[in-house]
């Protein structure tokens, strides 16, 4: 074949784009070729060049970080379903830091609620188990004066309800008031603390409990946080709470 | 199981996209002559892309496929439209095989011919001779690949081409004085 009839071929011989037949024919063609061999080594170089030329526009790093974040904020779907997990983690996280408060506060509650049991049991169990023994409420609370850092009222005690007497208690560091009252063969503790000396382990609370088969009421009147423990029926429980709480307001 | 596909496909597009991220800017900016309008029309070959993706072929060649994306989103663009426009395209389906008429001897001394002298014969090249060239010498794409690219049949691939390297020829020819 004549070096004419090879120069269109040319370069589609050096894309490596002929068929193989030819791509052999050329090569032997050119080592008897000068001319050819010449215009090939020509091309070679000017595809290099362009190679090397055509290399020239480089994108920044912003730009790709924005085809970046582009792409994988694409499938918004999904990117939904990431937030909804997410939305759905805070809350279980929150719902789960709320019932681990909740529960340490019941905790709290619970620990102060047995403390005041044992008081009970093991001031109805001590030889001496009143400072000022007397029956009457304008001796018990004046005994109080200067003892404890409050001051509060006590009912007129009535029907089979009758005052024993009182002692200082204290609940944790906190002084407080205890008085003994009986009703028929039953003894009921009542405890009086400042509500803000308990640290709020129990603020708001307003309860009946039932606590070591004792029965314990609570609530918070004036600053000062009132515990009423016994053995009696809760019926007495209530009323000797009510009376208390009458007294306060008067 | 949507929103799995979703994910699948977003994963696979940005491990077939993104290795070519810097091709496909570089290819543009030799398209639009302009750093804005070249980051604009790739970003919009990524949208679209990825918007297009379900319909792209598995096992088929992704690289022509957002290389046509790109392409196309070019020549729809005004910058696109006014290169088509000013340089219509002569009979490009001629005869591959015929050299490019040239009363030019063949031979170019490149070695007096600087980096950026190529660069701007390039440039100056009409913006569908400078693709061809580029997708085949600095892509190193296939005919059938560069076919796949610009939409067009591999005998208009090998006659542009051919009329492509002609032409870059002949302006460094007259940039080196020699013509």
């Known amino acids: 074949m004549a070096g004419d009839e090879w120069q269109g071929k040319l370069d589609i011989y050096l894309d490596g784009e002929l068929p193989a037949d030819q791509m052999r024919a050329l090569d032997d063609h050119l080592r008897g070729c000068p001319a050819c061999a010449a215009v090939v080594l020509n091309r070679v170089q000017l595809k290099r060049e362009v190679q090397a030329a055509g290399k020239r526009y480089a994108p920044t790093a912003e730009f790709r970080r924005k085809i970046e974040k582009s792409i994988a904020t694409r499938p918004r779907r999904t990117f939904h379903w990431g937030w909804a997990a997410a939305a759905a983690l805070v809350v279980i996280l929150f719902a789960g830091a709320l019932f681990v408060s909740r529960e340490q506060q019941r905790l709290q509650r619970e620990h102060i609620y047995s403390e005041l049991a044992d008081l009970h049991v093991s001031t109805l169990a001590s030889s001496a188990p009143v400072d000022v023994v007397s029956s009457d409420r304008h001796t018990v609370k004046p005994w109080f004066q200067g003892r404890i850092p409050f001051t509060f009222n006590l009912p007129e005690p009535k029907d089979d309800f009758s005052l024993v007497g009182g002692r200082m208690v204290y609940l944790g560091q906190t002084p407080g008031a205890q008085l003994i009252y009986q009703v028929r063969k039953h003894q009921i503790t009542v405890f009086i603390f400042q509500e803000r000396a308990l640290g709020g382990r129990l603020h708001g609370a307003t309860s009946v409990i039932r606590k070591l088969s004792f029965n314990m009421e609570t609530w918070s009147q004036d600053g000062l946080r009132y515990f009423v423990v016994g053995d009696a029926a809760p019926e007495d429980i209530r009323k000797l709470s009510e009376s208390l709480k009458s007294a306060a307001k008067s | ?179």
């Open chain 2, 1 to 179: 199981m949507e929103v799995f596909k979703d994910r699948v496909d977003a994963a696979t597009f940005e491990e077939l996209a993104m290795p070519l991220f810097d091709q496909l800017y570089n290819f543009a900016h030799w398209l639009t002559q302009n750093r804005d309008e070249a980051e604009d029309l790739v970003q919009e070959t990524y949208v679209k892309a990825l918007k297009g993706f379900s319909s792209f072929q598995p096992g088929t060649n992704f690289r022509a496929w957002i290389y046509r994306i790109l392409r196309n989103t070019f020549l729809t663009s005004r910058t696109g439209l006014r290169a088509t426009m000013t340089v219509p395209l002569d009979a490009e389906e001629g005869d591959a095989m015929m050299p490019v008429a040239s009363g030019n001897p063949e031979t170019i001394f490149l070695g007096r011919a600087s980096q950026e002298l190529v660069q701007g014969a390039i440039a100056e090249l009409p913006v569908h001779y400078r693709e061809v060239l580029l997708l085949c010498e600095l892509e190193e794409m296939s005919y059938q690949e560069i076919a796949e690219a610009l939409a067009v049949p591999i005998g208009t691939v090998m006659s542009r081409l051919s009329r492509a390297r002609g032409a870059l020829r002949d302006i460094l020819r007259q940039k080196l004085g020699g013509g």
